[in-house]
């Protein structure tokens, strides 16, 4: 069983090998109905049995509500990986869905995935440094929040990334 605590745990020891000051950074908790955290860092999906993703950010508010939130599977890996994970349950229930035209199933599928996202909690941290940076015209991935995210993948071994 899983405590916010030990994903608190997690993220502050894993700031500590990056070499980002925890006094710099902002913890919380949240699901999809409260996120109102805004900046770069990482975010992990949980709840009392387990730690489901692991994901990163530049605005993690954007990330979690335009896709994760939102169901918006093209448009994000982990809204992917929660659908591979849960599709024997939506295949399950066929019986619903068999007859549906095309938009009546994706509709079906995004439901059935929106409730499951939706019931969990999100652990958020962001912090300044963790922000990406301006070459020229392009944007340039922080290699900081890149670690922060591997490392909380290595700690806290979420279902869903490898």
């Known amino acids: 069983m899983v405590q916010v605590s030990d994903i608190e745990r997690a993220i502050r020891g894993c700031l500590d090998i990056i070499g980002v000051s925890v006094g710099d ?8 109905r409260s996120i109102d955290v805004h900046g770069a860092g990482a975010y992990v999906f949980f709840d009392g049995s387990g ?17 994760h939130c939102s169901v918006h599977i093209g448009g994000s890996e982990g809204v992917v990986r929660f659908l591979m994970h849960y599709l024997n349950e939506i295949c399950a229930n066929s019986s619903k869905w068999v007859g549906l ?32 940076s301006k070459q020229g015209n392009r944007r340039v991935r922080n290699k900081l929040r890149i670690r922060l995210e591997e490392c909380l993948k ?3 071994r979420p279902i869903l990334n490898p």
């Open 25 to 32: 950074c902002l913890f919380g908790v949240y699901d999809c």
């Open 154 to 156: 290595e700690k806290l």
């Open 101 to 132: 035209d095309a938009v009546g199933r994706e509709e079906f599928v995004k439901k059935i995935l929106g409730e499951k996202i939706n019931s969990l909690r999100i652990y958020v941290v962001t912090c300044k440094e963790l922000s990406d």
């Open 51 to 67: 730690v489901y993703y692991v994901g990163e950010a530049d605005d993690v508010a954007r990330r979690l509500l335009k896709e």
